[in-house]
């Protein structure tokens, strides 16, 4: 509050003194002035210990760090008297971690901030020696309790990152029907974030699925992803779930006659403090790096014992926590800078994010195909006919201006078409007792698949395909499909490659293999909006706590187990996790 409007303590120094309104306005503006100063030598001293740990100016002495990230006329507002002041000063230091750096750091900005209380001449009746005061107190609170705070097994100047989240069934929160996200739900989330963001607590997201109505689209299920870069002192749960809220405000005001709340409420959400970038909305989880694209996607009905196909928006979805360091599309490991010019080629769009977890999206839209043709296309062609990165920049060194080798989206597409004319032709002629066999299927390459689907459509769907699908293609099209497939080696492994893939690569079996391939640690969180009710968690190296409620369908998830602690309210607070 005082932070926010310091002329509080102006106003209070004036009536206890009994000074005249001039008088308390001089103390005001001398008060702001040395608050400002104060405040921007403080993060200094952060600044010139991260450069001498360091030994390098780079991506230290930036000038959004110098300002404090704030700009110099909100630093002009912010002095006159009666202005309130909503921008604290911070630095980012992505590139000084470590427990005895952080510690160094943050002890710098706190040990300055001491001096100059001292050197204020301690006249509590002088605006400098307030303002000094102020500037400790809020220096203790970001710097020394931070450090010490061990209550959540934190060490000191220990800094990362943490994923949370929870799926629960929609008739279990009574009294939220008509809501696209439930207070309950709400409430406890805001009681697990709480306790996740002392992992790291500069940004944080959320990500949700509501009814594709809302957005005045097709009909399906869409993604509703909301970021925020916390400001210094601010609070993190507060931030991201107003925004949230919000945002789902102005979505069901739009569509208040239409929309239809999920049975299955998912939430996958993630606190970070910068360790591979600085903090920004764009290096912010939720990632994405396709986004919403509208997708033909095919699924089995169990109830009618038919295949059926839908126009979906189609979005996944992923948070991470930890350290990806790189991955292997083929037989060398490839570090994630290079893997990023890899990916805007594969995937035929660019993102700006630095980081390595939007590298790890990249990777899960090109895993995730199952039920899409023209995903399982792009899928086998980039890693059952490519044989190396640098084939798709014709073999030059990957770079952000290197060519782009892969076939356009529209030779995929229309390869895709023609798949799935042979596939329909399958399904009239094959009755769904010989598509499936009561048995999981596990290939050493493939990984699990996540339901009944057998060998048998595999092996026949591809042999089909082998035989007929030139017989689906235009001129054009089979001319690019011989352009690009040059030998009869080439055409049999792509298309087994796309079968398979449109059979099994579902969200388990692209996290299996993404694992198997990838090297570093770190914990994840996978979602697609094709199968909007499910949510894939995974860890190597990394802390991954799941709790479950015995007396309800509910699951938490969060990188720190203690939050797991967060409790309902029903007719006495108690955990909602009573079974991890």
């Known amino acids: ?47 010139v210990t991260a450069v001498l740990i360091c030994g ?216 970070r403090f910068g360790t591979s970038s600085a903090p920004a909305l764009k290096e912010t989880h ?71 977890s939007a590298k790890m999206a990249g990777v899960m839209d090109l895993l995730i195909s199952k039920g899409s043709w023209f995903r399982s296309v792009r899928f086998a062609y980039t890693l059952f006919v490519l044989t190396h990165v640098e084939q798709i920049t014709g073999w030059e060194p990957l770079s952000p201006d290197a060519p782009n080798k892969m076939p356009k989206e529209g030779i995929f597409r229309a390869w895709a078409d023609a798949f799935e004319q042979v596939f329909r032709s399958y399904i009239d002629y094959h009755s769904p007792d010989k598509s499936y066999v009561a048995k999981p299927v596990w290939d050493p390459d493939f990984g699990p698949s996540d339901d009944v689907q057998s060998q048998i459509i595999i092996e026949d769907l591809a042999k089909l395909a082998t035989s007929k699908l030139v017989d689906f293609m235009s001129s054009r099209t089979l001319e690019s499909f011989d352009s690009f497939l040059s030998s009869e080696s080439l055409r049999s492994a792509f298309i087994s490659g796309v079968v398979r893939a449109f059979v099994q690569q579902d969200m388990l079996t692209a996290t299996w293999q993404f694992f198997r391939r990838a090297h570093g640690t770190f914990g994840i969180s996978v979602t697609c909006t094709a199968w909007p009710s499910s949510c894939v968690l995974a860890a190597k190296g990394q802390p991954m706590s799941v709790g479950f409620d015995e007396t309800r369908s509910l699951a938490l998830w969060a990188s720190e187990p203690a939050s797991l602690a967060a409790g309902w309210r029903t007719s006495a607070l108690r955990p909602a996790a009573s079974a991890r």
């Open 286 to 356: 939720p990632h994405q790096w396709v986004g919403t694209v509208t997708e033909k996607f095919w699924s089995f009905n169990v109830t009618k014992s038919l295949w059926e196909c839908s126009i979906i928006p189609m979005c996944v979805t992923i948070t991470h926590n930890g350290d990806f360091d790189e991955w292997k599309p083929y037989e060398e490991m490839v570090g994630v800078k290079e893997l990023g010019h890899w990916l805007e080629r594969v995937l035929a769009k660019k993102n700006a994010a630095r980081g390595d």
């Open 1 to 47: 509050m005082i932070a926010y409007q310091p002329s509080i303590i102006a106003l209070v120094c004036g009536l206890w003194s009994g000074s005249e309104f001039k008088a308390t306005l001089q103390f005001d503006l001398l008060f702001r002035l040395a608050k400002g100063v104060g405040a921007i030598v403080h993060e200094h001293a952060h600044l």
């Open 56 to 271: 390098t100016c780079h991506g230290i002495l930036t000038p959004e760090n110098c300002l404090g990230h704030v700009s110099l006329l909100d630093h002009a507002l912010q002095l006159l008297p009666g202005m309130p002041c909503p921008h604290a000063t911070y630095v980012t230091l992505p590139k000084c971690q470590g427990t005895w750096p952080a510690c160094a750091v943050h002890l710098a900005g706190l040990t300055v901030s001491a001096l100059l209380v001292i050197f204020s001449s301690l006249d509590w009746s002088s605006p400098l020696a307030c303002a000094a005061l102020f500037n400790l107190v809020m220096s203790v609170s970001s710097d020394f309790i931070v450090l010490w705070k061990k209550d959540w097994g934190l060490c000191p100047g220990t800094f990362g990152c943490g994923n949370w989240g929870l799926v629960i069934a929609a008739h279990e929160l009574k009294g939220n029907k008509g809501h696209l996200f439930p207070s309950q739900a709400m409430q406890l989330l805001h009681k697990v974030l709480n306790i996740v963001e002392l992992r790291g607590a500069q940004a944080g997201g959320v990500n949700l699925f509501v009814d594709g109505k809302c957005f005045g689209g097709p009909h399906g299920i869409r993604s509703v992803v909301v970021r925020v870069v916390k400001k210094k002192r601010a609070q993190l749960p507060q931030a991201i779930l107003s925004k949230l809220w919000w945002k789902l405000a102005r979505l069901q005001t739009r569509s208040a006659f239409g929309f239809k709340q999920p049975e299955i409420i998912v939430a996958q959400g993630h606190s």
